[in-house]
Nanobody, 123 residues
Framework: QVQLVESGGGVVQADDSLRLSCAASGRTFSDYAMGWFRQAPGKEREFVAVISRSFSSTRYADSVKGRFTISRDNAKSTVYLQMNSLKPGDTAVYYC????????????????WGQGTQVTVSS
């Protein structure tokens, strides 16, 4: 089992920045690709970003490319999502997820999920 705990969400103005963190425990963190997803009210959970086990590969949703950066610190068993130039459309609950194996962008491909952290961007 892998336990994931997100933090760093909050209420910000448009064009502000936030950094989300997700601390993992329970298994060897470097064995897992890590992803961020988000879910807005009334919408399906959608892919935001993913990073491979070895830092060599990242992938982003088109809607956040150039504004968000995913990174990981295997020594701290933590994955981050730096979010810049936030827009009201980024308002959602943000979830981190872990996947044994290579990167993926589909929620059903991930094995473990955190409880989520709310990000609200006002105009």
């Amino acid at each position: 089992q892998v336990q994931l705990v997100e933090s760093g969400g909050g209420v910000v103005q448009a064009d502000d920045s936030l950094r989300l963190s997700c601390a993992a425990s329970g298994r060897t963190f470097s064995d897992y690709a890590m992803g961020w997803f988000r879910q807005a009210p009334g919408k399906e959970r959608e892919f935001v970003a993913v990073i491979s086990r070895s830092f060599s590969s990242t992938r982003y949703a088109d809607s956040v490319k150039g504004r968000f950066t995913i990174s990981r610190d295997n020594a701290k068993s933590t994955v981050y999502l730096q979010m810049n130039s936030l827009k009201p459309g980024d308002t959602a609950v943000y979830y981190c997820a872990a996947r044994a194996g290579g990167i993926a962008t589909v929620p059903t491909s991930f094995d473990y999920w955190g409880q989520g952290t709310q990000v609200t961007v006002s105009s």
